[in-house]
């Protein structure tokens, strides 16, 4: 594949533009609703971040390639076409302050996923040389050593070791004919490895058959976040190979947004057909579990706790409902933050933002819209879905100075699950 | 040429040429749009892309309670400025006429005199538009010549059929195909501006909607 050049990042950008683009393009008003949205704009009142602003490149070549006026616009010279240096101008406001969250697709008035194309723009901005250095680095990693965190075989295997022995249970690897493989994220395994034996005590007493891979056990594709499609593509076959390999019925996707995505929605799109088996999210799976009667429980958590909505796992994935169920299964005194489920505030470090240093501060000045939504209910304790959110919420209220323990949903289901 | 021939021009070869390029100009449009195809979804569905299509096209004109309490003035003005609107160019017994002259249909309409008070409450809301437009940060940045062009050519026929209404310093026939004329100006470039959104909304709420409602997403 030939290097990044502007021409590269033009033609990715043309190729990207489909209908529902170019009606959404079509059909803003500029009325600026989506900036009320996006937590960026409210919490720096910075009118740059106003969502559909970033995508200006990318409308500039819709309109110039793809409209009646655009073209003739173009060819007489009247309007300026689009220049490697707009591309570059527009780095940050693509990639540091746009964390692919989604929310201001749900309130766009005139009905614009806003987000859908700011994932297709990242695919131009890519291939025309115009990433932040910290996704570079992850993606590289990702190929080359198989996680974006660089973590290889040996550190899982160490984590299983030690996982096995703490909890006394056994943590399956390539089991062929497993029911499900479950895959991890990078942060799983090097920051919350509770989340492994979690699985391997819950999934013992509810007698479900599953597995690790050695071939694939990383979930997060920084292909997706990048927006560099051949890449991901080649990140997801790893897992269809495991899959297939290992002849799974289903590949759990592990606590964790973006890998969610990735796999369950995107990941047959850029492998360019569909899976042999099913994706699910552990937390339909445990949600299943629960409605199956096969998760038993000692206690309840009793202190007063409420649930932060990873966004690609409830607005962008539908998993909305089923954390609610095991939430009221494990605690006595859940309760939701204002503006949740659906409509839920990102943490801020979705969508590869957690992996730019660059965008390090502004991630944290924007931490302040949780904190309110925080302030509002008064909890004991946050739990999440998600590794990432999780990691950046710890240090967005160290940085807030908040005392709050964060709980993973799958930790906290295996803490209160009955002896055996 | 008098008032009398002007309006007749007006209301004309003017009409049938606005009527033909707002046509021919919005088939353009749509093919456009529709010729860039989408690629096939191929993961597995959760829910019904149709299902969610036609949900948020009718749902989206409820805003969420957190954007109502940000962006009020915004929901409200517009809102007002587009059921005026509709009032004034669909429940006014004239254009009634028009309407059924062009297409065979009639429906009732609505007492001169309510339709000349929601004319002034809509050219009210319009101008609060205008200046939300220039002083809000975030719409002065995003706006651009389009922007104000679309509102200028949305508020001239809402002047215009207030000054014929009330019979203002020029004839009656001036006043009227002045009227018109600042209708055909809105109808001719209809197509090529924003105001097109009237049409594409549909489809933008339609794909939104469809691509969360294979997700099982609420959108």
């Known amino acids: ?420 | 040429m008098t008032d009398t021939e002007f309006l007749l021009w007006v209301r004309g070869p003017a009409f049938n040429a606005a009527t033909f390029i707002m046509c021919a100009g919005l088939v353009i449009r749509f093919l456009e749009i529709f010729l860039l195809g989408r690629k096939a979804e191929l993961a597995e569905a959760r829910g019904s892309a149709a299902a969610g299509g036609f949900r948020t096209m009718l749902i989206r004109f409820i805003p969420d309670a957190g954007s109502f309490q940000r962006s009020g003035f915004t929901i409200v003005s517009g809102y007002i400025f587009h059921i005026g609107l509709f009032i004034v160019i669909f429940l006014f017994v004239p254009h009634i006429l028009v309407f059924e002259a062009v297409s065979g249909l009639s429906w009732p309409g609505l007492p001169s005199n309510i339709i000349d008070a929601t004319n002034v409450v809509t050219m009210i809301a319009l101008v609060g538009v205008l200046i939300h437009r220039i002083k809000d940060p975030v719409m002065r940045m995003l706006s651009e010549f389009n922007d104000y062009l679309v509102w200028f050519v949305t508020f001239l026929p809402l002047l215009t059929g207030y000054l014929a209404f009330h019979r203002v310093a020029l004839s009656a026939p001036m006043l009227i195909g002045l009227h018109i004329l600042s209708v055909e100006l809105l109808m001719v470039l209809f197509p090529f501006t924003k105001l097109s959104h009237a049409f594409t909304l549909w489809m933008a709420r339609w794909y939104n909607g469809a691509i969360a409602g294979y997700k099982g997403v609420q959108s």
């Open chain 1, 1 to 420: 594949m030939s290097g990044p050049s502007f021409e590269r990042g033009y033609n990715a950008l043309k190729e990207e533009i489909d209908a529902p683009t170019a009606a959404f393009f079509s059909s803003c008003v500029h009325c600026g609703m989506c900036a009320e949205a996006c937590l960026f704009f409210t919490e720096t009142r910075d009118p740059k971040y106003t969502p559909i602003h970033k995508l200006e490149p990318l409308r500039k070549v819709w309109r110039q390639e793809y409209t009646f006026w655009g073209k003739l616009g173009k060819a007489v010279g009247i309007s300026r076409p689009l220049t490697d240096q707009d591309l570059a101008d527009w780095e940050t406001l693509v990639y540091d302050s746009c964390t692919l969250c989604g929310r201001c697709s749900m309130v766009c008035p005139v009905g614009n996923d806003i987000a859908y194309m700011i994932r297709k723009m990242r695919e131009g901005m890519a291939a025309a040389g115009h990433a932040p250095a910290g996704l570079i680095g992850a993606t590289k990693r990702a190929v080359t050593i198989g996680s974006p965190m660089g973590v290889k075989l040996p550190a899982l295997q160490a984590q299983i070791r030690h996982t096995e022995k703490e909890y006394d249970v056994k943590i399956p690897l390539d089991v062929e004919g497993a029911e499900y493989l479950c895959l991890l994220s990078s942060m799983e395994i090097m920051n919350f490895p509770e989340y492994i034996g979690s699985l391997g005590r819950i999934f013992k007493q509810a007698g479900v058959s599953w597995t690790l891979s050695s071939e694939a056990f990383e979930a997060t594709n920084s292909g997706v976040q990048i927006g560099v499609s051949d890449i991901a593509a080649e990140l997801v076959q790893r897992i269809v190979d495991a899959a297939d390999a290992l002849k799974v019925k289903a590949v759990i996707s592990p606590e964790c947004g973006h890998a969610y995505m990735a796999i369950r929605w995107e990941g047959p799109n850029l492998v360019g057909k569909p899976f042999n088996f099913k994706v699910v999210h552990i937390l339909e799976v445990l949600d299943e579990l629960r409605t199956q009667g096969r998760l038993k429980m000692k206690d309840k958590e009793a202190q007063k706790l409420t649930y932060h909505d990873p966004c690609q796992i409830s607005r962008r994935g539908g998993v909305i409902e089923q954390p609610r169920n095991l939430l009221n299964m494990v605690a006595d005194n859940f309760v939701e933050m204002p503006e949740t489920g659906k409509m839920n505030w990102c943490c801020g470090a979705g969508g590869g933002v957690s992996s730019n240093e660059r965008a390090d501060d502004l991630r944290l000045k924007t931490f302040a819209r949780k904190k309110a939504q925080l302030d509002a209910i008064n909890v004991n304790a946050i739990v999440t879905a998600c590794s990432n959110c999780r990691i950046h919420l710890e240090e967005g209220l160290e940085e807030y100075h908040m005392e709050l323990p964060l709980l993973s949903l799958t930790e906290t289901i295996a803490e209160h699950l009955a002896e055996e």
